[in-house]
């Protein structure tokens, strides 16, 4: 369902069959297998020791892979993870889930710092995506009903909302100075947004 860069040398796979994988890229194997107890659906990695995975039984999980496979800490939230977004500064998660919301944890506190929820906003799937802009002023995610939602982080409310696509909007992605947004829906369209 994912996988990330761990270091220069490895990256980690979340799966469906409920592991997550740490594969050395110069060997081409498996270093490390971890049972996760839960569908993983999306996971960022910190430090190059540390892994944070979303899962369908609506928990994140904290992994240090130096140690045993017990992860070090976990979060519930309300709804089955789709995805987590990692914050430039690495202090905040965004995590999108099926309660159709969206939480910002601090990583910090290690706990919910703020939910942003919209009136007509729906999560369209399992493996939405949901992002931070690169100033960290904005999170946006696609709907179910094809729409984009630009929401205002630190107002706790929506900003926006664009429309341009006719099936669910399952990912975007901020240009990394911020000047534009692509989004995807499953009706394999692509839209480049420049003025909004």
């Not at 996971?43 to 979303?54: D, E, P």
């Not at 309300?78 to 977004?85: A, D, V």
């Not at 690495?90 to 919209?118: E, H, P, S, Y």
């Not at 946006?140 to 706790?156: C, F, L, P, R, T």
Request: charged share 20%.
């Amino acid at each position: 369902m994912t996988a990330k860069f761990l270091s220069e040398n490895r990256v980690v796979s979340g799966s469906h069959d409920r592991t997550l994988k740490v594969w050395d890229l110069h060997s081409k194997s498996c270093m490390k297998t971890i049972f996760a107890g839960s569908s993983c659906n999306d996971l960022v990695t910190l430090q190059g020791t540390t892994i944070i995975s979303g899962h369908f039984d609506k928990r994140v999980r904290f992994w240090d892979v130096r140690g045993a496979d017990s992860s070090t800490n976990e979060i519930l939230l309300q709804g089955r993870l789709t995805s987590l977004c990692l914050a430039p500064d690495k202090t905040q998660l965004l995590c999108c889930t099926r309660d159709d919301c969206l939480k910002i944890i601090d990583l910090r506190m290690n706990q919910v710092a703020c939910t942003l929820v919209a009136d007509g906003f729906k999560v369209g799937c399992d493996w939405s995506r949901a992002v931070f802009s690169p100033d960290l002023e904005y999170a946006a995610a696609g709907s179910a009903d094809g729409s984009i939602y630009i929401w205002n982080i630190a107002k706790a409310r929506t900003e926006k909302v664009l429309k341009n696509h006719s099936h669910a909007a399952l990912a975007c992605s901020w240009n990394p100075i911020g000047s534009s947004l692509v989004s995807c829906e499953k009706g394999k369209k692509v839209v480049l947004w420049s003025d909004y």
